[in-house]
């Protein structure tokens, strides 16, 4: 069912064992705060289940429905997991679990996961090369474990049209916003999103909160060249420059520093400029132009361009973000 119908949307809320708590109260709190201007609701939220479950807030969820509730949903919405869970940490799901949910979605029921949950939907071989979300935390392992799914843990969510699939915790929030607006309209959403005390969009997505620390080599190789390129990220830095500090050939050097990181020195130094700035971005009230000096981008406007490739955000928003208050810079 979509907007425009006159009955009540149908949401079942699938609780499985080690139902991640916050996510299991995010679609309730949502759309039950998406209503009519007159204050009628537009969606009707159960929870259901195979029967008691374990929460990952150390407390017990006795769902007031059981599975067949999802015989007759129009929506299906399959909270996070934690990583004790089977679908988390085996691959697999109650294989009751699987055939109800792949039986709503035979019948054209919209299927969502927040967080983790995707696992869930993943081990019922319903993403199954599709593109799909969950937290960035959980990428290696969900990559072994479901490598038929093609994952994207840089997004907040993905709409896949009867699919869809959100990042951690709070990006089930931004998910459900998602889905009230495309039901019902940028208006209900607004309203719902005031009810709520959250914004109604987040720029960029979940690459933002990424932790990437730099990664430490033992052994004689590339590592020293590597800290003493981070002590002059403000500078100019040439790859015969770093060759020469390593004691090798550019052609060596390069061979070995990419074999160490991955990385050409090249990309490598972009990318922990871009670290660096973010960091000074969180951490200062240095205007934007001074951030991008002392961090060897150059200008502001490289900068906005670097930091928007690599996390889809201006550096303005970042700092709005991540800063209790926001700044004058020089955007």
Known sequence: MRKNQAMV?????????????????????????????????????????????RSTADFTVTPDHDLSELADAD???????????????LGTVDPAVAEALR???ARKARIVSICTGASVLAAAG?????VAASHWYYADVFRQLYPQVKWDFDA?????????TSAGVAAGIDLCLHIVRSDQGSEVANRAARSCVVPAWRDGGQAQFIERPVPVTAGAGTAG???????????????EELAGHARMSVRTFTRRFRSETGLSPARWLLQQRVTHARLLLESTDLPVDVVARRTGL????????????????????????FRLSTTQSSE
């Open 126 to 130: 319903l993403l199954d090369d599709r």
């Open 298 to 321: 150059g200008s502001a406007s490289a900068l906005r361009q670097h930091l928007h490739a690599a996390i889809g955000v201006s550096p303005t928003a970042y700092r709005r973000t």
């Open 225 to 239: 060249t590597r800290e003493w390129a981070m002590e002059r990220l403000g500078e100019t830095v040439t790859l």
């Open 156 to 164: 907040l969510f993905l709409d896949d049209g009867d699919v869809l």
């Open 9 to 53: 949307h149908r949401i079942a809320v699938l609780a499985l064992d080690r139902v991640v708590a916050f996510d299991l109260g995010v679609p309730r709190q949502v759309f039950g705060s998406a209503r009519t201007p007159t204050r009628q609701p537009l969606y009707r939220v159960r929870v259901c289940g195979p029967g008691p479950v």
């Open 103 to 105: 039986a709503a979605y």
């Open 75 to 89: 929506t299906v919405i399959v909270p996070g997991v934690g990583e004790s869970s089977a679908p988390a940490r």
